[in-house]
């Protein structure tokens, strides 16, 4: 059998070798070009969907957790500018504004829902103690937040009376703490105050940072002191109604030395 020629083993070095080097550069240049065009492309389609495309704009405003507020009022404040780019939807300043101008939200989430809604989850305060003036009812929330006024006071919701007195003590204890910080001190009192007394509770008395006491229905009163601990308060108080239930006076204003009076 003949052996390989040169001219064959020539033309397989050349086989082996592959193109020339020029023009496995051009073809590689070539597919860079193409997919840089590519991603070109792409990114203007992306750019038009979002910004240009009719589909992709707001359309809807939803409205949720509402309790009190009208739905219709959240969206005529919220003013999310129908027909503009969800995308370009500026939803911390729909937020901010929510909570600027309608206190009685607590919390707001403003979500693009794709491809043309806009979702408010709203949480609205809710009061624990109200202020009476002038007829009417400034709801507080837990957080001792004035953050609305009503005609009717809402069931079940005790009021609030800062009857500070003008002795040097409590005058004293309003200079210092301020009457935000009593507000707050008479928050955290009903919110220690056990269920079933919290039901029977209608006035929580401030007269000074230490002396907060509950009014109850059927005339009983509990001598409460400061809100510090709150839990045991709580549990001693209803030891102490449960040990003497014809009491009108309970005083837990130091739990480990609690005392009750009348009948």
């Given at each position: 059998m003949a052996g390989t020629?040169?001219?064959?083993r020539g033309d397989r070095q050349r086989e082996s070798s592959g193109p020339p080097?020029?023009?496995?550069?051009?073809?590689?240049?070539?597919?860079?070009?193409?997919?840089?065009?590519?991603?070109v492309l792409v990114s203007a389609g992306g750019v038009w969907l979002l910004y240009g495309s009719p589909?992709?704009?707001?359309?809807?405003?939803?409205?949720s957790g509402t309790r009190v507020l009208a739905p219709e009022r959240v969206r005529a404040v919220a003013d999310v500018?129908?027909?503009?780019?969800?995308?370009?939807?500026?939803?911390?300043?729909?937020?901010?504004?929510?909570?600027?101008?309608?206190?009685?939200?607590?919390?707001?989430?403003?979500?693009?829902?794709?491809?043309?809604?806009?979702?408010?989850?709203?949480?609205?305060?809710?009061?624990?103690l109200l202020v009476e003036k002038g007829g009417k009812f400034i709801e507080v929330d837990d957080e001792g937040v004035r953050f609305a006024t009503v005609s009717k006071a809402p069931r079940g919701i005790p009021l609030l009376e800062l009857a500070v007195s003008r002795s040097s003590s409590a005058a004293a204890s309003l200079r210092r703490f301020g009457e935000p910080r009593l507000v707050r001190e008479a928050v955290r009192v009903a919110g220690a105050v056990p269920d079933e007394v919290a039901r029977d509770?209608?006035?929580?008395?401030?007269?000074?940072?230490?002396?907060?006491?509950?009014?109850?229905?059927g005339g009983r009163t509990v001598a409460w002191g400061s809100s510090e601990k709150g839990r045991a308060k709580a549990r001693t108080l209803t030891a102490l109604m449960k040990a003497a239930p014809g009491a009108r006076h309970f005083d837990v204003s130091v739990p480990t030395a609690p005392a009750s009076s009348g009948s």
């Open positions: 020629t040169a001219a064959e080097p020029a023009r496995r550069f051009a073809r590689r240049r070539l597919r860079l070009v193409l997919a840089l065009a590519a991603l589909w992709l704009r707001a359309q809807k405003v939803a409205v500018p129908v027909g503009d780019p969800l995308v370009s939807v500026d939803t911390g300043a729909v937020a901010s504004r929510l909570r600027r101008e309608l206190p009685r939200i607590d919390t707001v989430d403003v979500v693009r829902s794709w491809p043309d809604g806009i979702s408010l989850k709203v949480v609205e305060r809710t009061p624990v509770t209608r006035v929580v008395k401030v007269r000074s940072y230490d002396a907060i006491s509950l009014e109850l229905s």
